[in-house]
């Protein structure tokens, strides 16, 4: 079975080296069949790269995509931008992580007295929400009442007003 090669132009800007590289052309010819390892493998030995670094392939607008896309897309020239690793220091990282890990523990255990509040105010809210209904029946209830006093004291009144007016 023979492997298909491609053929892929290369601009390769070295940030590791200066904050203003130049750009160096180059080509690289792999295997359509070729793995991730292999083409970082290929590009770390194109570039002269020792130690770890960072490589950022990139469209020639500046997208950035992920290295397999030399083989699967169909332009033929890519941007390799190749960086130092940085980071925060370990000390620093660490004291970000505990402060993080301290922020969350805070939370749940401001989660779990609130959960422990409600669940002992519970009982008293099926209480407090009878209470409430009572109250609520009891004032309608009174309500009700005055407007059947009323009522039965105005109904008189009515009726006579409607004979009266039958008989003229």
């Known amino acids: 079975m023979e492997l298909k090669n491609r053929f892929i132009h290369l601009k390769i800007r070295r940030y590791d080296i200066s904050e203003k590289p130049e750009v160096i052309k180059k080509s690289l ?12 493998k290929e590009l770390q030995d194109l570039c002269g790269i020792t130690g770890d670094k960072v490589i950022k392939v990139r469209y020639p607008d500046n997208t950035l995509i992920p290295m397999l896309f030399l083989l699967q897309s169909p332009e033929d020239t890519f941007y390799i931008d190749i960086t130092n690793i940085s980071y925060a220091g370990r000390q620093t990282a660490s004291l970000l992580q ?3 890990v301290d922020a969350v523990k805070q939370k749940i255990r401001t989660l779990e007295s609130r959960i422990g509040q409600s669940e002992t105010l519970l009982p008293q809210l099926e209480w407090r929400r009878q209470a409430y209904m009572e109250d609520t029946v009891n ?3 009174n309500k009700v009442a005055f407007l059947n006093r009323r009522f039965d004291e105005l109904l008189p009144q009515y009726m006579d007003r409607v004979h009266e007016q039958a008989k003229a």
């Open 29 to 40: 010819k792999i295997a359509s069949e070729a793995t991730l390892a292999d083409l970082k």
């Open 139 to 141: 004032g309608l209830l």
């Open 98 to 100: 505990d402060a993080y």
